[in-house]
C-alpha cells in the first residue's frame, strides 16, 4: 500500500507563494503518474495539477495555470507544488495522489487514483 504524506501548507496573504511536498513511500514512485487535488470548506474536491511517471507532461487546471507548478524528485519519492502569486480562491485542503495503474499518462479524474495523503491545508487571506 502506498502511504502519501503532505506538507508545506500554511496561511499566507494573498500574492504570497508555498510550496507543497508529498513524500512517497513506495519503491516504484517513478512509475506512476502523481497528482494534486484540492476541496475547498462545502465544496467538491477538484483537480489542480498531475505530472506523469516520467515527468513528461504536466497538465493543471485552469485555475491555476501560470501560478503552479508540479514537479517530482525521483531520488527522493517526493512530489512538489509550486504555489506562487496566491489567491483567496486558493484556500483549500491539498491532497496529493498516486495513480492506481503505472505508466499512465494524463489524468485528471480522482476515480484514477486510489492512494491519497491526509492533505495539508492552505489559507490564504487579503
Known amino acids: 500500500q502506498v502511504q502519501l504524506v503532505e506538507s508545506g501548507g500554511g496561511s499566507v496573504q494573498a500574492g504570497d507563494s508555498l510550496r507543497l511536498s508529498c513524500a512517497a513511500s513506495i519503491v516504484t514512485f517513478s512509475k506512476y503518474t502523481m497528482a494534486w487535488f484540492r476541496q475547498a470548506p462545502g465544496k467538491e474536491r477538484q483537480f489542480v495539477a498531475q505530472?506523469?511517471?516520467?515527468?513528461?507532461?504536466?497538465v493543471y487546471a485552469d485555475s491555476v495555470r501560470g501560478r503552479f507548478t508540479i514537479s517530482r524528485d525521483k531520488a527522493d519519492d517526493t512530489l512538489y507544488l509550486q504555489m506562487n502569486k496566491l489567491e483567496r480562491e486558493d484556500t483549500a485542503m491539498y491532497y496529493c495522489?498516486?495513480?492506481?495503474?503505472?505508466?499512465?499518462?494524463?489524468?485528471?479524474?480522482?476515480?484514477?487514483?486510489?492512494?491519497w495523503g491526509r492533505g495539508t491545508q492552505v489559507t490564504v487571506s487579503s
Open positions: 495522489a498516486s495513480h492506481r495503474t503505472p505508466f499512465k499518462r494524463g489524468s485528471t479524474s480522482q476515480s484514477d487514483f486510489d492512494s
Open positions: 505530472i506523469d511517471w516520467d515527468g513528461g507532461n504536466e
